[in-house]
Every structure is written in C-alpha cells, then in structure tokens.
Nanobody
Framework: QVQLVESGGGLVQPGGSLRLSCAAS????????MGWFRQAPGKEREFVAA?????RSADSVKGGFIISRDNAKNTVYLQMNSLKPEDTAVYYC???????????????????WGRGTQVTVSS
C-alpha cells in the first residue's frame, strides 16, 4: 500500500512562491507516474501537473508551476511561482503504478492519493 504525504503549503502573498513536496512510501516509487491536483472551495478537483516515472512532465498552469521528482528520495515536488489568489486551494498528490512511460493528467486514473496541503494566496 502506497502512502503519500504532502507538505510545504501555507499562506503566501500574491506574486510569491511555494514549493510543495510529496513523500511516498510503501511502494517502488520509480515505477509510479505522479501528479498534483487541487481543489478550491465549492469547485471540483482539477489537474495541476503530472510527471512520468522517467521525468517527462505536463502542467496546466502555463509557466508558473514546475513539477519534478527525485526517485532517490521517493519525493515529487511542485514549485509554484507568481502565485495568485485564484491558486488558493487544497493541493493533492497522486500516484499510479505503471509499466509505461506515461504522463497521467486525469484524476480517475490515479490509484493513491495524499490528504492534501492547504495553499492560501492572500495579502
């Protein structure tokens, strides 16, 4: 059973930056495609960024967010720059074991989820 624990959220001013981390345990991390999603109050969960097991990535926030992974540390990161109030949400990490080099951007394709970390962008 894979466990995912997010960290790094908090309160930041508009234009600021945060780096989220997601530490994985209980599985072979290098075999997992990873993703970040977010959910704001009253809204559906939405895709933020994803990365394949070999490091190919995709994101929905142009230029602002960067996903990366360190397989030696079993950790995936989300660097968030130029944050805006509309980026306020709970951010979730997700994992899916795969034998393929794929980037997974749809929530229902993920098997494991973390509990989330709150990001609030406000002055």
């Amino acid at each position: 059973q894979v466990q995912l624990v997010e960290s790094g959220g908090g309160l930041v001013q508009p234009g600021g930056s945060l780096r989220l981390s997601c530490a994985a345990s209980g599985g072979a991390f290098s075999n997992y495609a990873m993703g970040w999603f977010r959910q704001a109050p009253g809204k559906e969960r939405e895709f933020v960024a994803a990365i394949s097991k070999y490091g190919r990535s995709a994101d929905s926030v142009k230029g602002g967010f960067i996903i990366s992974r360190d397989n030696a540390k079993n950790t995936v990161y989300l660097q968030m720059n130029s944050l805006k109030p509309e980026d306020t949400a709970v951010y979730y990490c997700a994992a899916r074991e795969t034998g393929w080099e794929v980037v997974v951007s749809t929530a229902h394709e993920y098997t494991y989820w973390g509990r989330g970390t709150q990001v609030t962008v406000s002055s």
